[in-house]
């Protein structure tokens, strides 16, 4: 099965630009997630999804960063305006909706803003 | 509100040696526990799980865990490591329940390098 596909890999940036993640989880899993990894830092959740619809939203800057996952498949994570705070890696997750399995997470998409 | 810690930032081993990666969490029930592993430029990958039954979970690459209750543990093991166990050790505790799948904690992780 295929996995959890992120792009771009890689983004550089100047703070105040604004840039864009997109986020395509495995078919048929119904909860994706977006998780905010600085450097030396373990992941940390900015948004949940279940479907299309937000189930957990609390740790995402709402000033600056928005996410949408229309149709209930793909999903985008956009931040504007950048700061320079905001350089990390950025990781997408799946999950289907059956307690017990876990997650699968992208490859990710490291952020540098300068 | 749960939290996980794992106390040590990086850690060196010979290949060959045994390994043993500390985590502790707090949680207010039972807790899901997991273990990820992370290459450099790679996303996190599942080493293993704890749900409930046997507290010793054996996972992927000869890594296993042991969920200890009253200690609050969750620690790694391997007993002889390889220099492609080279990577960053994450513990994550998640409270996973009928209604489907929730959020991840993460510790800050463990770096593990591995002497020749």
């Known amino acids: 099965e295929a996995g959890v596909a992120q792009s771009p890999r890689y983004k550089i940036i100047e703070k105040r630009q604004s840039v864009a993640f997109w986020c395509n989880p495995i078919?048929?899993?119904?909860?994706l997630y977006w998780y905010q990894q600085i450097l030396g830092q373990g992941p940390k959740l900015l948004i949940q999804?279940?479907?299309?619809?937000?189930?957990?939203d609390s740790q995402l800057p709402k000033d600056r960063f928005s996410a949408e996952r229309l149709k209930g498949v793909d999903s985008t994570l956009k931040i504007q305006p950048a700061k320079l705070e905001d350089s990390a890696v950025y990781l997408c997750?799946?999950?289907?909706?059956?307690?017990?399995?876990?997650?699968?997470f992208g490859s990710g998409t490291r952020l540098t803003v300068v | 509100a749960q939290s996980v810690t794992q106390p040590d930032i990086h850690i060196t081993v010979s290949e060959g040696a045994s390994l043993e990666l500390r985590c502790n969490y707090s949680?207010?029930?039972?807790?899901?526990l997991f273990w990820y592993v992370q290459s450099p430029g790679q996303g996190l990958q599942l080493l293993l799980k704890?749900?409930?039954?046997?507290?010793l979970v054996q996972g992927i690459k000869g890594f296993e865990a042991e969920f200890k209750r009253s200690q609050s543990s969750f620690n790694l093991r391997k007993p002889s490591v390889h220099w492609s166990d080279a990577a960053e050790y994450f513990c994550?505790?998640?409270?996973?329940?009928?209604?489907?799948?929730?959020?991840?904690?993460f510790g800050q992780g463990t770096r593990l390098t591995i002497n020749p």
């Open positions: 994550a505790v998640g409270p996973l329940g009928i209604q489907g799948a929730q959020k991840l904690v």
């Open positions: 997750a799946s999950s289907p909706t059956v307690a017990g399995d876990g997650y699968t």
């Open positions: 078919s048929g899993h119904a909860t």
């Open positions: 949680y207010g029930a039972t807790p899901y």
């Open positions: 704890y749900f409930s039954g046997d507290t």
């Open positions: 999804f279940q479907n299309n619809g937000v189930v957990d």
